[in-house]
């Protein structure tokens, strides 16, 4: 195959598609896309699977499809798209974290859940790009620096979110205007009050430190009564960066997932494969939150996980349904904790879940 650019030398080398979103919302140039590996029934052979598309979940990022070319109005019925797929070199990605050029990795972000992971958030959080941590498909290298693509963040947890859902208290709101978004990718579960991860639009600005959302981002099971840490990002418009889309095995893209302050067994979901993020600024007071991570089937899949903030009192914990080993490869792996930022466990599947590499995180 001839990998050329047969058109003028500033243009990128891409390779295209033309699929079908399925989504009714607005897309955004260089959001990711997944296939719709599983529509329609599953006994009949769809061959449209391969080139229908949907917005990133925990069920399809195993399946990354590409980046879009342009943006695409909201369409009630779905539309026809074209996107870039792996292979594409100097292509926009959307971001959700700031540049430098030929430095780290940057992976795609599934649409944020909330309740346990039962519930999702508004849907149309996920196709952005955050650091990444596998290479491989839904995964880019980042060919232009972006110094100012988010304006505000704490990926530690320690915004505030107030009782009414839509008063955010940040760091500074210096750099922020009426019109742009805030992104919420997860944060305190109370049992009564709920952080919902999904894009918010700035109504106003309040205070250096205060603003206001034009919808409510709490979920309140009964009467929203507490302000809410929070973690998440704030950018204007669209940023971008051209990036190269790699390919080879599938990265599995990321995920945010919110440990509920009372702990407790099974109350935390992961998605399979990619990287886990645990969104901190919370304590969990009564006990652990633990998940499960379910077994693989395939010889060398790869799972991680990684703490953004800190988890005052209790940690989250990682049980593998059958025990594993510990990074000495003799030791039985039974749970894994994460509690603070930069704690970090890379797993991989032979025949048992293996550690291959830790930092800060503690095995059992």
Not at 127 to 150: D, E, H, L, M, W
Request: some cysteine; hydrophobic content about 35%.
């Amino acid at each position: 195959m001839n990998g050329s650019v047969n058109a003028y030398i500033k243009a990128a080398n891409v390779i295209n598609e033309a699929v079908w979103y399925s989504g009714t919302d607005a897309l955004k140039e260089g959001e990711a896309v997944c296939y719709n590996t599983d529509y329609g029934t599953a006994t009949v052979a769809t061959a449209s699977r391969g080139n229908r598309v949907e917005r990133p979940s925990t069920s399809n990022n195993m399946a990354f499809a590409g980046v879009c070319a342009r943006s695409y109005k909201a369409q009630s019925g779905g539309q026809r798209i074209e996107i870039y797929v792996p292979g594409s070199k100097g292509v926009k990605v959307a971001l959700g974290v700031n540049t430098v050029i030929d430095t780290g990795l940057l992976s795609f972000c599934v649409s944020g859940k909330y309740d346990v992971g039962v519930s999702g958030g508004d849907g149309d959080d996920g196709g952005r790009f955050y650091t990444g941590k596998y290479v491989g498909r839904g995964s880019a290298v980042p060919r232009q620096t972006v110094a100012a693509a988010v304006l505000e963040a704490s990926m530690t947890g320690a915004w505030s979110l107030a009782a009414d859902g839509i008063t955010l208290t940040v760091s500074s709101t210096t750099d922020i205007s009426a019109g742009d978004t805030v992104v919420l990718l997860g944060g305190a579960d109370d049992g009564t009050d709920t952080v919902v991860p999904g894009k918010y639009e700035v109504s106003s600005i309040t205070s250096p430190t205060v603003l206001v959302l034009t919808a409510s981002a709490q979920a309140v099971a009964a009467g929203g009564t507490s302000a809410l840490t929070c973690t998440g990002y704030c950018y204007t418009g669209n940023p971008t960066c051209i990036a190269d889309l790699l390919t080879g095995d599938e990265s599995g893209g990321a995920e945010f997932v919110s440990p509920p302050n009372t702990g407790g067994a099974a109350v935390m979901s992961y998605m399979v494969g990619g990287w886990s993020y645990i969104c901190g600024g919370v304590t969990v007071g009564s006990a652990v939150a633990n998940g499960p991570l379910a077994e693989s089937t395939i010889f060398g899949f790869k799972k991680g996980f990684g703490g953004l903030g800190t988890l005052t009192t209790h940690g989250a914990t990682i049980n593998p349904a059958t025990n594993g080993y510990q990074f000495d490869h003799a030791t039985a792996l039974d749970l894994i904790t994460i509690d603070a930022a930069d704690e970090v466990i890379v797993l991989e599947w032979n025949g048992i879940w293996v550690t291959r590499g830790f930092s800060g995180a503690t095995e059992e």
